[in-house]
């Protein structure tokens, strides 16, 4: 069965450091790929996607992600963390066949301290 | 409103019990989406609609549950005859078309006791 893993459940970085949130994925065929975000309290919203072209993609906030089809992975980054990248952080993908059909990792939990 | 909004925010049944989870998309989003997570857990897909229609409901984990959308707006999903292991957030979420971002309530938690 496809699935999307995503290796680190919790990171703690002090504000400044720079991340980086792994995340692979199991399916074969195309995919679309997503990053959402979840600040404590608030909804899931879309931080970034790829659909095609560019593999290095930029969202918002200052976060990237680049998609390395070879390594069936969508790591996510960010120079510089703050404290207000505090929240958890999924990875998600769509496969072509069924395109509306988020599948989801479970999740990584982020503390920036001050 | 301006987002997806989910209702109640929080609901505590005893086993058995049936509940019934309000969805209230985007205006004018045309797909609605329902999927559960588990504590710990990413979201899992239960069912999608377009319009009223009901395309896709292989997510759904047993026959307890049920979800229906009427109008082709508001969505509701009810379980029937609750049990612990269905204990989790379930959220929902709107989109323009199947293929567009998705927007995502703050999600209902169900406390099965």
């Known amino acids: 069965a496809q699935s999307v893993s995503q290796h680190n459940h919790h990171v703690i970085l002090s504000e400044a450091a720079s991340l980086e949130l792994g995340c692979n994925y199991s399916y074969g065929g195309t995919v679309n790929l997503f990053w959402y975000v979840q600040y404590p309290g608030q909804h899931l919203q879309l931080l970034l996607k790829?659909?095609?072209?560019?593999?290095l993609v930029k969202g918002i906030k200052g976060f990237e992600a680049e998609f390395i089809k070879s390594k069936f992975s969508f790591n996510l980054r960010k120079p510089s963390v703050q404290w207000s990248d505090t929240a958890e952080y999924f990875c998600?993908?769509?496969?072509?066949?069924?395109?509306?059909?988020?599948?989801f990792g479970s999740g990584t939990r982020l503390l920036v301290r001050p | 409103g301006a987002g997806v909004s989910q209702s109640p925010r929080y609901k505590v049944a005893k086993r058995g019990q049936d509940v019934a989870l309000r969805c209230d998309p985007i205006s004018g989003h045309v797909s609605l989406f329902w999927y559960q997570q588990a504590l710990g857990q990413g979201p899992e897909f239960l069912t999608y609609f377009q319009n009223e229609a009901q395309l896709d409901k292989s997510g759904l984990p047993s026959d307890r549950f049920f979800a229906e959308r009427p109008e082709g707006s508001v969505s509701t999903l009810k379980i029937q005859r609750t049990q612990q292991e269905d204990s989790a957030v379930y959220l929902c979420?709107?989109?323009?078309?199947?293929?567009?971002?998705?927007?995502f309530g703050q999600g209902t938690r169900l406390t099965v006791v």
């Open positions: 979420a709107s989109s323009t078309n199947r293929d567009t971002e998705a927007f």
């Open positions: 998600a993908v769509t496969r072509m066949d069924s395109s509306y059909k988020l599948i």
């Open positions: 790829y659909f095609s072209g560019d593999p």
